[in-house]
Structure formats: C-alpha cells, structure tokens
C-alpha cells in the first residue's frame, strides 16, 4: 500500500471523469460569482483608501477562481496561480477579503488530496505556505512600523499589538494546517479505497479459482468411490462368472453356485451405489460447502466380508484381528476398508488362481494397520512400470493412486509393493486421536 509521503507511479487518481470535472468548473464558477459580489461590497465599505482600478479587480478575480475549474486535472500549478493571485489582490488593493481565503484553502487541499507525486506535493505546499507566511510577517512588520496603522492600547494583558500579531499567526496556522491535514487524509483515504478494491479483485478471482479446484477435488472424489464400489465386485463378478462358464458343462451346480455369487455381487454393487450416491447429495446439501472424505458408511467390521467374498471366489483368504477391538473414528474406518478392498480386488484380479490372501487388521497406541499379502505371482507382482512411468502391475493406476490419496487425507502412511519372498504387499498405518 501507498502510504502519503511516498512517490507513487503506478497508480493516480487521475484521470476522472467528466462528472467530475463538470462539478469543478460549477465550483468555479459559483466562486467567482461569490467574488465578484463580494468585490462590490467590500469596495462600497471604503476599506481601502485607494481601489485596484475594476478591470484589474475583474481579472485578478477571473485569475483566482477560474483555474479552480483544472484543479484535479492540474493541481500543483492551479495552487501556485492561485497562491500569486491571492498576494496580487491585497498588494493592488482588490476589494475582497472572504472567498480568495476559500479559493486558496481548496487549491491547496487539491495539492495533497490528488497528486501522485507525494514528494512534489510536498514541495509545492511548503513553498506557498512559506511564502505566505513571509507574507504575513511582513505586513506584520509594515504594521509595527507605522504607528498609525498600530491599535490603541487597552487594559487587556498582553499589548494590543503583540495580541493582534499572534492571534494573525495563529489563524494562519489553523487554515494552512487544516488545508494540510485534509489533503493528506483524502490522499490516504483514495489510497485504502483503491488497496481495498485491488483486495476484492484479488478475492473474487481466488473465489473462482477455489471454485473450480472444489470442482475437481469433488470429481476425483466421485471417481474414487465409484473405482472403490464398482471394481471390487466387478472384479468378484468377472472371477466367478469365468469359472461358471469353465465348468457349467460338467458340474452344473458348481456353476449355479458361482453364478449365485455374482448375482449376491451385482445386489450388493447397486446397494453400495445406491448409498454412495445418497451421501452425496446429503454432502451437497452439507451447509459449510465441505467436502470430507466420508461418502461411505462402510467400517471396520466389513474388512472380514472380504476375506470371504475372496475365498468364495476361489482365493483362499484368511482374516486375523490384532490387539484389543476399539471404535475408530468413522472417516479412519471408511479409509481402511477401502484399502482392504482394494488390495483384494487386485488380488483376484492380478494374483492368479493359486493364489492366497492374508489379511490382517492391527489395533496399535497410535492407530490401525490394515495389512493384505498374498503369495501370487512374483513375476506379475513385480513387473516394471510402464513407458509412461505409472506402475501397471496389480492395478497400480487408479487403484493405487485412490489409496494413497485416502492414506493422505487421513494423515497415514501407505506401503505397497512386491514382497521379497514373492506375492505382494499393501500396508496402510492409520492414526487414531
């Protein structure tokens, strides 16, 4: 921010408008109407002893109040030419001492209110201001030195002219003062308006720009939960129906079975999707606008559906539960049975028929530990990442990038990989307040 004794180039309150300027030239105008009558009144008060004859009046007037009309447009020379014709009208005895004391005192506030350079400012206000104050002790001066011109004394307590004196300084003082301050404080207030409006600008583009990266968080979101519903049971439905086909011809129940499965799997898809989707819109409707990471109500408790549904697909799973059962926070949960079903998917799907899964759900101090290993293939588990540098092998597109971005959002850490004794591993640390 531009504070008011500073030079400030890269931003003006000029130019203004015409509104503006109209309002300047009417303020002119109406002084020097104002002048003009007040030239009359005074010259017809005989206060000076001899008159500037009326065509000087008429001009020194014009001079004093028509710059006015190019105050904001020029203000430091409309101070100056108001300045000199302010000292011209009392040395040529221009009848007129009210409105040139306003004309001066708006010239000079122009001065601080609307000039950029501040350090010019500055300089143009002292120099009038100091001439004029010379100006006053001159006559001071001039007045002291004519007895004539000196007040009678009084009974009062300080000398009728030491008094007059000051309370002239002191008058001075106050209008020059006061011309100042004003300026200074309309110049700092126009500079706190236009800090205020680059602010709101400032905001207002932040606003949309956290608009569109609410968008796209939520889009991820979605995309991650309907990966998490749709590809587990997708997967357990391709693994049973490819086994029902293998063997529909020669063990016909068998194959009834494993349709059975696929059948439980399409039910308990559109179920997951069904509540999916309702948290969803319950989360739109969410009135603080967030976006938490909890569009589902699965917990720990279903970890142990999935090593059935795995073993009923044809893969030997075995779930074990480590340390003493305590509640977790519901996002912690959601979290790690995600993980586990994710890793299972990837187990049907990349491990191969002889294939076993272990999973293991560890209550720690700090937290939970989800664990699944398995002992599928080595050479597919630990295949190298594509040419594009994503890790292919056993899902590691967005299934790997879904649990990671869940791991983070909770604050845990995430293991995933091949194991060196073959299989492949997926561990997931999750804190618990």
């Known amino acids: 921010m531009v504070t008011a004794g500073e030079t400030q180039d890269d931003w003006s309150r000029l130019p203004v408008g015409r509104r503006e300027y109209r309002q300047d030239a009417l303020l002119a105008a109406a002084l020097a109407l104002g002048m003009a009558v007040s030239t009359i009144l005074y010259g017809s008060t005989g206060f000076y002893d001899e008159l500037a004859p009326w065509w000087v009046s008429v001009l020194l007037v014009l001079a004093n109040t028509a710059p006015l009309a190019f105050r904001r447009r020029f203000?430091?020379?409309?101070?100056?030419?108001?300045?000199?014709?302010?000292?011209?009208?009392?040395?040529?005895?221009?009848?007129?001492?009210?409105?040139?004391?306003?004309?001066?005192?708006?010239?000079?506030?122009t001065v601080g209110a609307w000039c950029s350079d501040r350090l010019r400012a500055e300089i143009v206000r002292w120099v009038v201001i100091a001439g004029m104050f010379v100006w006053l002790f001159l006559a001071i001066s001039f007045s002291w030195s004519v007895p004539s011109a000196l007040p009678n004394d009084g009974d009062g307590l300080v000398s009728p002219v030491i008094a007059n004196s000051l309370m002239s300084i002191i008058i001075n003082l106050v209008y020059f003062g006061a011309a100042w301050y004003s300026g200074n404080r309309a110049w700092a207030s126009a500079v706190a308006k236009h800090a205020l409006a680059e602010r709101t600008a400032e905001l207002a583009v932040e606003r949309e720009r956290n608009a569109v990266q609410a968008v796209a968080l939520e889009r991820v979101r979605i995309a991650r939960e309907l990966h998490d519903v749709v590809a587990h049971h997708v997967s357990l439905m391709g693994v049973q129906a490819g086994a029902a086909r293998r063997v529909l011809e020669r063990d016909p129940a068998l194959a009834a079975t494993s349709l059975g499965v696929v059948e439980d799997s399409a039910r308990t898809a559109v179920e997951e999707l069904r509540k999916m989707l309702g948290t969803l819109r319950e989360d739109d409707r969410d009135v603080d606008g967030s976006t938490a990471d909890a569009p589902s109500t699965e917990g720990l408790a279903r970890i142990a559906e999935l090593a059935t549904a795995a073993t009923a697909a044809g893969r030997r799973a075995e779930y074990t539960v480590v340390g003493d059962e305590r509640p977790?926070?519901?996002?912690?949960?959601?979290?790690?049975?995600?993980?586990?079903?994710?890793?299972?998917?990837?187990?049907?799907?990349?491990?191969?028929?002889?294939?076993?899964?272990?999973?293991?759900?560890?209550?720690?101090?700090?937290?939970?530990?989800?664990?699944?290993?398995?002992?599928?293939?080595?050479?597919?588990?630990?295949?190298p990442p594509s040419g594009d540098g994503t890790d292919r092998s056993r899902g590691g597109g967005l299934g790997h990038v879904g649990m990671r971005e869940r791991v983070a959002a909770v604050g845990g850490r995430i293991e995933i990989g091949p194991r060196a004794r073959g299989g492949y591993l997926v561990r997931a640390w999750l804190p618990t307040p």
């Open 328 to 383: 977790v926070p519901p996002t912690v949960a959601t979290v790690a049975f995600r993980i586990a079903q994710e890793a299972v998917t990837n187990v049907l799907k990349h491990a191969g028929p002889d294939a076993r899964a272990d999973l293991r759900l560890r209550y720690l101090p700090d937290g939970v530990e989800v664990e699944v290993t398995d002992t599928g293939i080595g050479s597919r588990a630990s295949r």
């Open 75 to 109: 203000p430091m020379t409309v101070a100056v030419v108001v300045a000199l014709t302010f000292a011209a009208m009392q040395v040529l005895h221009v009848p007129e001492l009210f409105f040139n004391n306003f004309t001066l005192f708006i010239a000079l506030y």
